[in-house]
């Protein structure tokens, strides 16, 4: 018996003194951040430098980890310690396709972090509403899927309204399959268009009884999932914490690197880091040769082309508008000799942006 206690008494002061190391630990955590923060606002007055957004902040830190902790916490730690400085300067509105938690939700915590203010809105339109007329600094909007290719309404709304690009975030989309319910007890599934037809394989296999309601959001479906047994959403895992659902099925995307590409929008100019993309949208005469000539700008100079899409111009038959993503900043030389000779061979062009290249988030 007087063993026993002796263990307990062991045990019971060991947890004492683990638990007085993670008190001293968290306060010099809280120290650290604090100094950290004051340096942060240091370079912001230091002038005219580059300054790292929180996705290169985040990967940069994890660098040096050698766990237990996963990269994934890390980075995100490290991302909204980045928020945090950032919104010392000044807190920024960001306009997103709502409701909270879809995957354009997801993406704008991804760059900036839930320290600024991230506004969702009803359609993509609405975003870049909200961005040329002053009401939100930035806005994040779809531009590409990797399996469903080109966002229509957002390449409409750039020849629309004269809003920049100055980043974008590469989001690594998984699909759950979200529900109150047993599988087997699974009648309806909603989702947006675009999340069902990325899951059109794994849907025909697994739940080929169940019908399928298109919504206008993934993060809807998941809200009308939620007051509704027997019925499922397709949506991201973060929504399902949300609304009180349970993922039923994990990862079910058909292509396992289904990535959606989102353009960040503003009136901020990113300075040249040396690993820049530049995105244009030009309309050329409707003319034998005029594309290939076009090209030929591109091929001369040397200048490697990431993405181009036609997209038809509204009310003039056989009329197109391009959008071309190539590798290299404005203010490099020779991009700025393809701008110049661009706009003797096109009817109209926009440089979009230059903007640092993005890596894959998750």
Sequence with gaps: ???????????????????????RLDRELVKLLNQRAKVHQQLEKSGDVARPTGNAVATAATTTSKGPLAQQTI??????????????RETVRVAFLGPIYSYSHIAAIKRFGQSHEL?????????FESVNRGQC?????????????????????????????CGEVNLHI???????????????????????SQCRGWLARHMPGSRLVEMTSTAAAAQLASEKPGTAAIASLQAGINYGLQPTASNIEDNKSNITRFAVIGDESPKRTGLDK????????HQPGTLADVMAIFKRNRLNLTWIESFPMAGTPNEYLFFVELEGHQNDAK????????????????????????????
């Design 75 to 88: 980075e995100a730690i490290f991302r909204e310690l980045h928020s945090g400085c950032e919104q010392l």
């Design 335 to 362: 991009v700025k000799r393809s701008l110049a000779s661009l706009e003797k061979k096109t009817v109209r062009l926009d440089a979009l942006g230059s903007y640092e290249i993005s890596q894959t988030v998750e």
């Design 1 to 23: 018996m007087a063993k026993k206690k002796s263990s307990q008494t062991r045990a019971a002061t060991n947890r004492k003194e683990l638990l007085r190391t993670v008190n």
């Design 137 to 165: 600094q930035f806005g994040i909007v779809p531009i590409e899927n990797s399996t469903d290719g080109r966002v229509v309404d957002t390449l409409e709304m750039f020849a629309r309204l004269p809003v920049k690009i």
């Design 174 to 196: 998984h699909h759950f399959l979200l529900s109150l319910s047993q599988r087997a007890e699974i009648k309806e599934i909603y989702s947006k268009p675009q999340a069902l």
């Design 278 to 285: 530049t995105s244009l949208m030009f309309q050329i005469s």
């Design 119 to 127: 506004v969702p809105v009803g359609t993509i339109a609405a975003v």
